[in-house]
């Protein structure tokens, strides 16, 4: 079988591990570790795919209209080279598969989800490993950067400042970049002389972000929109991040804007770009919102245990930040990953503490950016009480279900099919061709 492999992003492993290294393990069956990855080979008369352990890097798989494999980042590109999106698959994270005879094999791998706590878990020794694997996180990341600009998204928050100070201790060229909405008055004055220090109307979390930055001597960025540009994107978005649930949709409506700004300034392959993405999953940190009557974001009502691992696990489908990241030039690196296992370990009698990031994480920031963290920052929110995206998308009645619409539109119809959106399943990407 002939392989097609359009696989567009970049590899990076924790530690760094050489492209032979990397096809001995996907040949013998091995362990491939942590990172951000996928890969596609020839291997007789079938094919060798294998990614990620948390589905960072995106791998779609399916068999075209003149029976080539196309493996591919985006379904898009899939659809494009003829494999119809009922018989598209994605490689399930942290396994690798052989595809082979019209069928796909798994030749070995495990769910990162499906780990246990730690029943004799202690602070001080996960505190230890979990500063160790994030500082060789950095010394990979430094040698993937090289001489480009590293630009760390930064929200306010523990997880992207945490992002920021690592960045600034082991890196040599670091800029931070924040986002927020200006009412119209402030944007006029920012397109005029671009001084942020004046603007009445931006967000709580840029503010914090600001002087996090201020704090760890690193210049800062301002990426500002009007409020009513978001109703040109959300189209854009939603192709680009592969989703059409609205949390994700939201998300990536901001990294939108903020590749935008990062290409323009950076242009040909001038930056890779760092956030505080993952964290969030490993601790439980997410809730509902509530706007007037209607519920967003609701959350499973199962253990916080099985919480935690439908979040990891769903970590695999939706390409918030590096699908969206990646379509403007800008290769992402998502630090956290390479502690991913650590944070597997932690009992849920931690995680149910409401100040169990702080406990867990803030000994990573100096004393100084750590006082001006944003404790009550709200995520995907981007602001405040205003609601800032999510507030923007409800006042335009855009909801998930209209979100559906487009990315279902946005696909060919010659290869959607007649159920576009059964390519995600209980929150994954499906593993296998569509059964009709």
């Known amino acids: 079988m002939k392989l097609v492999n359009v696989l567009e992003l970049p590899n990076i492993h924790y530690p760094d591990k050489s492209r032979s290294e990397l096809s001995a393990c996907v040949h013998d069956g091995g362990g491939l570790g942590l990172g951000q990855y996928a890969y596609a080979e020839q291997d007789g008369d079938g094919v060798l795919m294998t990614r990620d352990p948390l589905g960072c890097n995106a ?46 094999k798994i030749v070995s791998g495990a769910y ?111 990426v500002f929109r009007p409020r009513e540009a978001v109703k040109d994107i959300v189209e854009i978005s939603v192709s680009l991040c592969q989703d059409w649930r609205d949390f994700n949709v939201h ?46 974001y609701p959350q499973p009502r199962v253990s916080l245990a099985k919480r935690r691992s439908f979040y990891v696990r769903g970590l695999d489908a ?37 100040d169990a990031k702080e406990t867990l994480n803030a000994f990573l920031l100096p004393p100084a950016a750590r006082e001006q963290v944003n404790k009550s920052k709200q995520r995907a929110q981007i602001g405040g009480a205003d609601g800032g995206t999510l507030g923007i998308f409800h006042n335009m009645g855009v909801d998930q279900n209209a979100l559906a619409e487009i990315w279902m539109a946005s696909l060919p119809e010659v290869v959607r099919g007649d159920s576009p959106l059964d390519i995600i399943q209980f929150g994954r990407y499906r593993t296998t061709k569509r059964e009709t």
């Open 59 to 104: 791998l779609f798989y399916g068999v075209n209209n003149v029976g080539e494999l196309v493996v591919a980042s985006r379904i898009s590109q899939a659809l494009d080279l003829g494999v119809r999106l009922d018989v598209l698959a994605s490689c399930p994270p942290g396994h690798i598969i052989r595809y082979a005879n019209g069928e796909s």
């Open 112 to 222: 990162l989800s499906s780990a246990k706590a730690d029943e004799n878990f202690d602070l001080r020794t996960f505190q230890s490993q979990v500063l160790d694997g994030i500082n060789q996180a950095f010394v990979s990341a430094k040698a993937f950067i090289g001489k480009r600009r590293a630009v760390v998204c930064l929200s306010g928050g523990l997880d992207s400042s945490v992002i920021a100070a690592k960045a600034k201790e082991y890196l040599d060229d670091v800029v931070a970049i924040s986002f927020s909405y200006l009412s119209s008055e402030d944007y006029d004055a920012w397109s005029r002389d671009r001084d942020f220090t004046h603007l009445q109307s931006v967000s709580d979390d840029f503010k914090s972000a600001r002087a996090v930055a201020d704090a760890l001597d690193i210049p800062l960025l301002a």
């Open 251 to 296: 998300c990536a409506v901001v990294n939108l804007f903020l590749a935008e700004d990062i290409s323009t300034r950076y242009p040909d392959d001038g930056a890779v770009v760092l956030t505080g993405d993952l964290m969030n999953e490993y601790v439980c940190d997410y809730h509902e919102e509530k706007i007037g009557d209607t519920v967003y």
């Open 318 to 354: 939706g390409d918030r930040e590096v699908g969206v990241f990646n379509a403007y030039g800008l290769p992402v690196l998502q630090l956290y990953a390479a502690v991913a296992d650590c944070y597997m370990t932690i009992p849920s009698a931690i995680l149910e503490r409401p």
